[in-house]
């Protein structure tokens, strides 16, 4: 059981380069979502999903795109990226509701870099 | 618009000394507090939530309307409670499980 697996770890990108994040989960977990963490900032959504074939905007949506066409797999797309887009990304998911409300199990994060 | 705040980005605590982690939220609505935590080198995970009120590790946290807190203790620390500690809000209003997370504070604890 691998919990959260996020890929890359690393990477650096030039500015206008896309790049998709992967992510899968194998919790059978509905729940999905991408934060970023700025330095000294806390973690803010980007995106999140309630379901295979539903998405929906975080907080910061702007310059990405995701989509779920499985449980498992949420990946994040960056498209033209630009320098505010450098940040640590974090995928997380959860079961959603009841007795396990709140409880996110994340992956490690990938460092992202555009210069 | 929904908002945790966690006064203190650094805290540096003695072995054996009490911890106490601020934590203040801005909520309308009914909230749901937790307290996540990430040791070095480890993933982020929950430490506890207000309505289990439960005590993980010795830690335990009391939500506070009428401050509106939900302050993290623990009377003894310990070296292994050093870590990056993240206060996290949820509420009926968001309809699913997004949480706000504040900014952080990383603890020390000195042998």
């Known amino acids: 059981n691998a919990g959260v697996t996020q890929t890359p770890k690393f990477r650096i990108l030039k500015i206008g380069q896309s790049m998709t994040l992967q992510c899968t989960q194998d919790m059978n977990h509905n729940y999905m979502y991408w934060y970023r963490q700025d330095p000294g900032m806390g973690l803010k959504l980007i995106y999140y999903s309630v379901g295979a074939g539903i998405t929906d905007k975080g907080e910061v949506p702007n310059g990405y795109n995701v989509s779920r066409s499985t449980t498992e797999d949420f990946p994040l797309r960056l498209e033209l990226a630009a320098p505010s887009q450098t940040s640590v990304y974090f995928c997380?998911?959860?079961?959603?509701?009841?007795?396990?409300?709140?409880?996110?199990?994340f992956g490690e994060g990938s460092r992202l870099t555009v210069l | 618009a929904q908002r945790v705040t966690q006064p203190e980005k650094l805290l540096s605590v003695f072995k054996g000394a009490p911890v106490e982690l601020k934590c203040n939220y801005s909520?309308?609505?009914?909230?749901?507090l937790f307290w996540y935590v990430q040791y070095s080198r480890q993933r982020l995970q929950l430490l506890l939530r207000h309505i289990s009120r439960e005590s993980i590790k010795g830690f335990t946290a009391d939500l506070n309307k009428g401050e509106t807190s939900f302050h993290l203790k623990k009377p003894f620390a310990q070296e292994e409670d050093s870590a990056m500690y993240y206060c996290a809000l949820s509420g009926s209003n968001f309809g699913n499980e997004k949480l706000t997370f504040g900014t952080g504070t990383r603890l020390t604890i000195i042998p």
């Open positions: 997380a998911s959860s079961y959603g509701g009841g007795a396990n409300t709140g409880e996110l199990f």
């Open positions: 909520y309308s609505g009914s909230p749901e």
